[in-house]
């Protein structure tokens, strides 16, 4: 059974940081994909940042040169480092997990969201 356990939300004042670890396990299959989405009140989910095996990294605009994803492959734990974190920052952070299963097919997972609260 595939388990992914969050850390790292919490309340901050505008300009402050914050970094996000999810660790994966319970599978036996390869990671190609790990990020982070996000869904603020009213708002439907959207992308991050994410991260390939290859380290290739991808950022929603609004976050880049602010954030930082990056991840541990021996530990099949992605982190989400944030700075100059900025009200409208807030949401619930949902971590997302892509492993490759055989003839090419993909099961994809979701963490239980962790609360990042950025007060003005």
């Known amino acids: 059974q595939v388990q992914l356990v969050e850390s790292g939300g919490g309340l901050v004042q505008a300009g402050g940081s914050l970094r996000l670890s999810c660790a994966a396990s319970?599978?036996?299959?390869?990671?190609?994909?790990m990020g982070w989405y996000r869904q603020a009140p009213g708002k439907q989910r959207e992308l991050a940042a994410t991260?390939?095996?290859?380290?290739?990294?991808k950022y929603e605009d609004s976050v880049k040169g602010r954030f930082t994803i990056s991840r541990d492959n021996a530990k099949n734990t992605v982190y989400l480092q944030m700075n100059s974190l900025k009200p409208e920052d807030t949401a619930v952070y949902y971590c997302?997990?892509?492993?490759?299963?055989?003839?090419?097919?993909?099961?994809?997972?979701w963490g239980q969201g962790t609360q990042v609260t950025v007060s003005s």
């Open positions: 997302y997990v892509r492993y490759v299963r055989p003839y090419g097919t993909y099961a994809e997972y």
């Open positions: 991260i390939r095996s290859i380290s290739s990294t």
């Open positions: 319970g599978s036996t299959f390869s990671i190609n994909l």
